[in-house]
Nanobody, 113 residues
């Protein structure tokens, strides 16, 4: 499975960004997918999950601000990020829920004024 994350960049506090992750080489629709992030000097942490069907889940730190979605016709996972805070600064990765490898390069999000 290959994961191509994109959409990162520089945003001001309170701003928005939309991340995309195009998945190739696997059966996208058969898995739950998640976004993770790794801030400088910290361990990678889970951000949000979109299941095969059903309710999405979010880390408390992003609940109410971020929205995860999937498009099975495009093999793509999205993360809409609103109300960005400086503590959201990190490299963002998508992967199958529970995956331990194959992270890809991620996309850098920097929130700063």
């Amino acid at each position: 499975v290959q994961l191509q994350a994109s959409g990162g960049g520089l945003a001001q506090p309170g701003g928005s960004l939309r991340l995309s992750c195009e998945v190739s080489g696997g059966i996208f629709r058969m898995y739950a997918w998640a976004w993770y992030r790794q801030a400088p000097g910290k361990q990678r942490e889970w951000v949000a999950t979109v299941p095969i069907w059903g309710t999405t889940n979010y880390a408390d730190s992003v609940k109410g601000r971020f929205t995860i979605a999937r498009d099975n016709t495009k093999n793509t996972v999205y993360l809409q990020m609103n109300g960005l805070k400086p503590e959201d600064t990190a490299v963002y990765y998508c992967n199958r829920l529970g995956a331990t490898g194959g992270w890809g390069q991620g996309t850098l999000v920097t929130v700063s004024s």
